[in-house]
């Protein structure tokens, strides 16, 4: 039977820790970490994330603030906030929740948040840094995973993973931190030919091609670990929604290790949201 990897207990030691610094950093006679999240528009998915961001953030004591937008809030005005926000040392944290209305410029507006206050790491100077491996901050999702690895294999030197996925979210950042970590990485996605037989030689796979079910059973080899970033929901037939991940869960039990959906990769995300605040907050002090 492989064993399911525990994101919400992994997420819970993480927050741990971040709870603890951001203790030491009042005690020591520090502002506490400030995060503020911009949400523009009514988005329901966004609500409940946006939600669940501010909730983490008051059990570890980072102090949120929320900017609620009108979804026909110009992009000039959402710039103009987010100026005001790189300006206020008690900000050291900006994340602005996409997808972002149609009328508003994406990678613009990303790109206008200060790097030193990109907790989402989305910004290209962030990027610029991560793939030279020269510090900066790393994004949420991508430290999760590389978390979850770590719990199973602490070592990675010359494993053989594949990354499902080449976004710029998760697939890219993610082979640029395990290559840091010294494994073998082939990057993939829906498009390559032979994807089975390339993921049947892999140690450890990560799934993040947004594919569910893509990677079946015989995909993987005997005592490979298995990460799946996919998150789809599925109407079930008694109208019901299930969400899916893009490993066909099912079919691995001769994995060493698999994350479950939900429970393995998304609750990492959030704690690492946070880890990533205090980083910030540390780095502004200096
Ligand atoms: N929308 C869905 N996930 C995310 C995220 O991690 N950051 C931001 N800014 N928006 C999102």
Known sequence: MAEIIDGRAIARQLDETTKAEVDALV????????LTVILVGEDPASEVYVRRKIKACEKVGI????HRLPADTSQDDL??????????SAVHGIL???PLPDHIDTRLVLRSISPEKDVDGFHP????RLSTGTGGIVPCTPLGVMMLIHSVIPDLTGKDVVVIGKSNIVGKPVANLLLDAEATV?????????????????DVIVAAAGAPELVKGHWVKDGAVLIDVG?????????KTKLVGDIKFDEVQHAAAV????????PMTIACLLANTVQAARAAMV
Do not use: F, M, W
């Not at 710039?79 to 206020?88: G, R, S």
């Not at 998150?231 to 109208?239: F, K, N, P, S, V």
């Open 63 to 66: 102090k949120s603030t929320e």
């Open 125 to 128: 100077v962030n990027v610029g």
């Open 259 to 266: 994350t479950p959906v939900p429970g393995g990769v998304g």
């Open 27 to 34: 005690e020591a006679g520090h502002p506490a970490p400030g």
């Open 231 to 239: 998150i789809t929901r599925q109407e079930t037939e008694d109208g």
């Open 186 to 202: 082939t990057v993939t996605h829906i498009y390559t030919h032979g994807l089975p037989e390339i993921c049947r030689k892999a």
């Open 79 to 88: 710039l103009a906030l987010i100026d005001t926000l790189n300006k206020d």
């Open 96 to 98: 602005c929740q996409v």
